[in-house]
């Protein structure tokens, strides 16, 4: 199965960068990486997938290995709701129910 | 937003009662999701549906049962309620296993 692998938390100073990584080595090569975050006390919400080239949207961006062993979730300025939990999901397998994984993500702390 | 409801939103209930928890949404969706939420333990599948009466059970599907008879509507019923069922529980829709799932509010089921 394939699994991804995040620190637990990390602190970011309010209008910095922020960098989440995420290690997934097993992945296949047609398996997108889904991220979602948590705000405290809401159910998770989707921020973005991708293939293989880096993506972005109006919440995040997504920089993806060029072996795709692992990615990073980029937020070009934290705010203090960007305080949540990331979760980096590998892509469902047959094997398990086509369900995703969520695991415990990483706790992002943002410092006024 | 996804139109995902939830209901109740909290309950509080005794050992050995029954519970059911309801999702309702509005998006037509084909599949729907219920997972459990405690700490330390992330975010967890216990049952999902990928049609109306097609449901399959997920990583901790023991003590809950699921009913789907209309698109919009996926039950969730903990048949004698224990006080390790204690939790947030979470409902999510997507329209394919592969896609980005949107989630409810949530339900904080405590009993006691």
């Known amino acids: 199965d394939a699994k991804t692998t995040q620190p637990n938390s990390m602190e970011s100073n309010e209008e910095e960068p922020v960098h989440l990584p995420c290690n997934h080595s097993?992945?296949?090569?047609?398996?997108?990486i889904h991220w979602y975050r948590q705000l405290p006390s809401q159910g998770p919400e989707y921020v973005i997938h991708?293939?293989?080239s880096n993506v972005n949207n109006r919440m995040a961006s997504l920089a993806i290995a060029e072996d795709r062993k692992s990615s990073t979730l980029i937020l070009h300025r934290a705010t203090l709701r960007d305080a949540a939990v990331y979760y980096c999901?590998?892509?469902?397998?047959?094997?398990?129910?086509?369900?995703?994984?969520f695991g415990t993500g990483t706790s992002l702390t943002v410092i006024p | 937003d996804a139109g995902i409801t939830q209901s109740p939103r909290h309950k509080v209930t005794e050992t050995g009662t029954p519970v059911t928890l309801r999702c309702h949404q509005t998006e037509n969706h084909r599949y729907m999701y219920w997972y459990r939420q405690d700490p330390g333990h992330g975010l967890r599948l216990i049952h999902y549906?990928?049609?109306?009466?097609?449901?399959d059970k997920g990583e901790v599907s023991d003590g809950y049962s699921v009913s789907r008879s209309k698109t919009e509507d996926f039950l969730l019923t903990l048949e004698s309620a224990t006080s390790s069922q204690t939790s947030v529980y979470f409902c999510a829709i997507s329209e394919s296993p592969l896609e980005s799932q949107y989630f409810g509010p949530g339900t904080r089921l405590t009993v006691t």
């Open positions: 991708g293939l293989t």
């Open positions: 549906s990928y049609g109306v009466k097609d449901t």
């Open positions: 999901i590998p892509p469902p397998r047959s094997n398990t129910g086509n369900q995703f994984y």
């Open positions: 097993t992945i296949s090569g047609t398996d997108y």
